[in-house]
């Protein structure tokens, strides 16, 4: 049963949760939000989408863009520097039907923010304006952005950026407390998520370093933030949403999900590649059991899901 008070909205649509899986390229897929989802994360967000590839209909693009209904809230996340390529592409996107769709500033790749995407909108603050107000006047979905908190160390205009967001119709934030210079060093910094919080009306999603329950609590004190967005943290560690710390799960749960986990990938992508894209996520589930080069091996051998699950129920039974 859903708990009936919000715990916050995006425009008039209601969200019953406070964590959320951070939209991750090459990750949060199909199979992995909906994971996440049913352990408790509030929304689901794609991975980022290249709005070029919509316009131009890249062939693998549709894969990533693949929904099930028990997602919604479901926010399609999108990255491009030209607002009106931005909004021909995102017209095409809303024929699927996301609730929400969110416009990245926070990437930090040399590829995207160095040709003005992603981060890269940071230091044009006038197109900020011009795809917020684009988008958000002519669409029937909430536009929402998600930033860091600028482009580098001399740079940081985060509250300029909250505030264009704001007036120019955006509906929520999510702020991932680095500059692009940053990259994911140093410690994201919460301070200036608090400030955002305190300069603006629509709700901010705190993000950054939230690697434990306890973290999510931390951060919430910490910022006032409505809602905190895990990434890294919840690689492996879907519990996360669940509220319940990974170091008290028995071995018998790590390996029920992981099951669940590779058994919708398999079922997603086929067999073979579903296996194969689940290494990373083993080699997450099982940071905490010191894998020797030898088992690191053997578990990222295999191409099929019985002999993994099979070795994966001997480690844990031997950790
Ligand atoms: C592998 C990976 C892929 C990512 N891809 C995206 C993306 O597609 N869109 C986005 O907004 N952020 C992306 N991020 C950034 C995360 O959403 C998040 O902002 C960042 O990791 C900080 O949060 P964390 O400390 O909880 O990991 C990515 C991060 C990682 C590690």
Redesign the pocket.
Known sequence: MKDPTPAFSIGTLPVFGDRIL???????DPPTRLLARRMGSAMS?T??INAIDVVQNHPHLWEHLQFSEEERPFVI?V?DDDPQRMYTAIQQLVELRPDVI?V?M??SSKNVSGRGAGAGLLQTPEKVAQIFHLLSRNLSVPVTG?IRLGWDEDSKNYLQIARIVEDNGGQAL?V?G?TRQQG?QGS?DWDAIAEIKQHVSIPVIG?????CVADVARMKAHTGCDAV???????GNPWIFAGVERHSLPPGELLRVMQLHVNAMASFYGQERGVTLFRKHAARYLADYNLNGEQRGLLFSFTAVSPLVEYLATLLQAG
């Open positions: 951070s939209p991750m390229d090459g990750i949060s967000y991975e980022f996340q990255f969110d990245n926070g990437c998600k999510a991932h680095r994911y994201a993000n950054g370093d939230v690697r967005m895990v990434g890294r943290g919840a690689m």
